[in-house]
């Protein structure tokens, strides 16, 4: 295990499931936590909980990764406060039954699953030095998933499925790109599936609708720092320092879809994301000619 007493990590969705296992772990570690969440209550709630230790170091900062100004704003908090950003675990997750968008009319799931944490990640990288870590938590649903790059927002055919799996090869693919262009700086890119794992992915956080199932289910899946794990592992063990662009299971490499090892899709995402957080959109169905439209 490599020390990480003194590093600085960013945990997005630290207040709930993994994020806030995972903060947990990263500071009895020694590491000084930035819990990133986006509600100011849930984030004091998790803070309080977590710093009831002495001995952590956390500091709470609000952020909504649905949300390209708040996420920009976030960067521009944390480098005016930290000297740089050793760990960056993106986790936080959002999934729904319901089609709905970002502040900016992204599909959601995309929007912040994916969209987010590659503004978040690439605003970042000038505040990383090498040797830093990247980790992007996946989901083994990424295996039925597509990117429809001809319907990007989903506004035709939505269903959950569709739309949470998209997000989550999103996040392979970005692994893997990301990956390839910091080959020459040493910092290094990888993404996990977590496993089953009993949080509050799917409640409704205003209704409370799902907390039953949830509960339901807890016996049979594993706990939050169960899941953390793989996460925790690829943020700090020395035996994989020098690997990048893997997409791991249970703390091993593990098998992903043949699509995620596209560099064709990865190289046109991370294109098509950088435009999106630009505010420039494809045209549903539409594919990349209304983006070529677009400039010319
Ligand atoms: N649980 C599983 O079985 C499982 C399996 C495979 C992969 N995963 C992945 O594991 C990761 C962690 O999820 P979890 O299971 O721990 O779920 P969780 O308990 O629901 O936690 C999700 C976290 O993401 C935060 N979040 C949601 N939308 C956000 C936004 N717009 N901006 C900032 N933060 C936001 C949530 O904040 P609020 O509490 O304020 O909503 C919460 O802190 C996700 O990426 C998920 O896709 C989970």
Redesign the pocket.
Known sequence: MSEVRGKIAIV?????????AAAEALSDKGATVIM????EE??REAFARLTKDKDRKLDLMI?????YTSVRGFVRCVKEKYPRIDILVN?????SLDRQE?KEGVERQFG??HL?HFLLTTELLDHMPAGARIVN?????HKVGKIHFDDINLKHGYNVVRA?SQS?LA?VLFTRELAMRLRDRKITVNCC???????????D?ETGFGKMITGMLKPF?LT?AE?ARTAIYLATDDEVRHISGGYFYKCRIAKSLKRSKSRRDARKLFELSEEMVRGRYPETRGGVLPLLCYFV
């Open positions: 997005t969705g630290a207040n709930s499931g993994m994020g806030m990133l969440c986006r509600s849930r984030g952020c909504d990764l649905g949300d986790n936080a997750g959002f999934i970002t912040i699953n987010g938590v996946a989901s083994g649903a949470y989550k996040n599936h977590p496993g089953a794992v009993a949080t509050n992915m799917g409640v956080r899946f939050p899941g």
